[in-house]
């Protein structure tokens, strides 16, 4: 079981930026697909991006052009940069892990196996 907790939300203007961290209890070097997830409200989460263990990054269609995931070995964290935010971003995002087996690290909330708690990211206009 991996264990997940994620930092760096909060409440910012439209156009402004946000540094997410998720820090994981395992060696995120190898051996895990890495992913961030959000929730609008009301809303069917959302894959935003994925790391597989080889580094091979995954990223929505819709946010590519504004979200970067990396890993930061000497942290163990998994970040997520996401830039010119707006209203319309307001959700609660989640990281989450699961064991990489190959076959690729997909946006598939059901594939993934450890959730961190979430935090909240407030977008205003």
């Known amino acids: 079981e991996v264990h997940l907790v994620a930092s760096g939300g909060g409440s910012v203007q439209a156009g402004g930026s946000l540094r997410l961290s998720c820090f994981a209890s395992v060696d995120i070097r190898s051996g895990y697909c890495l992913a961030w997830f959000r929730q609008l409200s009301g809303k069917p989460q959302e894959g935003i991006a994925a790391v597989e263990s080889n580094g091979f990054k995954r990223y929505a269609v819709s946010l590519k052009d504004r979200v970067t995931i990396s890993r930061h070995f000497a942290r163990n964290d998994l970040e997520l940069q996401i830039d010119n935010l707006q209203p319309e971003d307001t959700a609660k995002y989640y990281c989450?892990?699961?064991?990489?087996?190959?076959?690729?690290?997909?946006?598939?909330?059901?594939?993934?196996?450890?959730w961190g708690q979430g935090t909240q990211v407030t977008v205003s206009s």
């Open positions: 989450a892990a699961r064991i990489d087996r190959g076959g690729g690290c997909w946006l598939l909330d059901h594939q993934y196996t450890d």
